[in-house]
């Protein structure tokens, strides 16, 4: 249905995949990094770049050192933390995880991408397959092994920075009605574990619809998980001027959480918005192990997931 090829874009080498509806850009040497991910039919790009060079710093640097850009993996943590169990009792997770600033090893076979990186400070193997479930639809199966006679408990979370303008929408299943919070920029939304109703919500400045994009003049950043665990795993983003939209779909059995990260302006100056779809809750492991809101993936046992993602 699809097909792969490697090119060099930046300077790097690049797989390009692509259907007559989508295509993908994944870069195996900076995370295995989703650069681009453009609609054929309007050649809508849909991934957002931040303007700089893209890159990183390194493994273990801070995400902010580098290119910011695009749809990054987060494993096994969101936030910086220590890992709080035995055996790797206090082993520091760096900021966005493991995987992100690591170079992955890369193999097309047929209409498939392979990519798989190996853990540094966790013995573990992180591999995703790219295909195309459909003319119009991305895939990726995750499969995560554990090397270890210990289980292993993991956070991870997609990290796909969109494009956005103001008045285009966020639709959830009807059932997700209450949000909490991670993160907010002056507070506007509360502070950490606040729960608060969803979309509507009151502030000192009045009322927010949370599922309506906002301008980047109130210069806001919020991150929010829907509170409860999901029952139906999608959530998409459209846009009413053109009727084009972004579909996530996830196994909720797998992936029960969803996240939102909202940046209109005020985090770093930069205007985007991300669906998350996550296996633990509130971005910090070591929050999500004492919660009993994480992953786990047993001694020498694996751990599968995929999502979907439909552009129209």
């Not at 994944?26 to 039919?41: E, F, H, T």
């Not at 573990?124 to 199966?141: G, N, P, Q």
Request: aromatic share 14%; glycine share 8%; proline share 5%.
């Amino acid at each position: 249905m699809g097909s792969w090829t490697q090119i060099e874009s930046e300077g790097y080498l690049t797989w390009v995949g692509q259907t007559n509806s989508i295509s993908l850009s994944v870069i195996p040497s900076l995370g295995s990094k989703v650069a681009s991910l453009v609609n054929r039919k309007t050649n809508r790009e849909w991934l957002w770049r931040s303007g700089k060079p893209l890159g990183n710093t390194g493994f273990g640097s801070s995400f902010a050192t580098g290119d910011e850009s695009g749809w990054d993996e987060m494993f096994p943590s969101i936030n910086k933390c220590f890992y709080p169990e035995k055996p790797w009792q206090n082993q520091m997770i760096p900021d966005h995880g493991e995987v992100w600033s690591s170079e992955w090893s890369s193999q097309c076979v047929g209409d498939e991408l392979y990519c798989r990186v190996n853990g540094v400070h966790f013995p573990y193997t992180l591999e995703k397959v790219y295909s195309f479930a459909a003319e119009d639809t991305l895939r990726i199966d995750y499969n995560l092994k554990n090397l270890s006679l210990s289980p292993f408990s993991f956070l991870w979370a997609a990290h796909p920075l969109f494009q956005v303008r103001e008045g285009m929408i966020l639709n959830v299943p009807n059932d997700m009605i209450e949000i909490e919070v991670s993160y907010s920029e002056r507070q506007r939304l509360g502070v950490f574990q606040d729960r608060k109703p969803w979309p509507l919500i009151r502030t000192e400045n009045g009322r927010v619809d949370l599922s309506m994009i906002e301008t980047a003049e109130g210069e806001f950043a919020e991150k929010y998980y829907f509170a409860n665990k999901v029952k139906h795993g999608w959530a998409q983003l459209s846009d009413p001027a053109t009727g084009e939209a972004v579909t996530i779909r996830f196994p909720p059995e797998q992936v029960p959480y969803l996240a939102i990260w909202a940046n209109y302006g005020g985090y770093g100056g930069h205007y985007h918005f991300a669906i998350e779809p996550a296996t633990g809750k509130m971005d910090d492991l070591a929050h999500a192990i004492r919660q009993n809101e994480a992953a786990i993936v047993e001694a020498n046992g694996e751990y599968r997931w995929f999502i979907e993602v439909l552009i129209n």
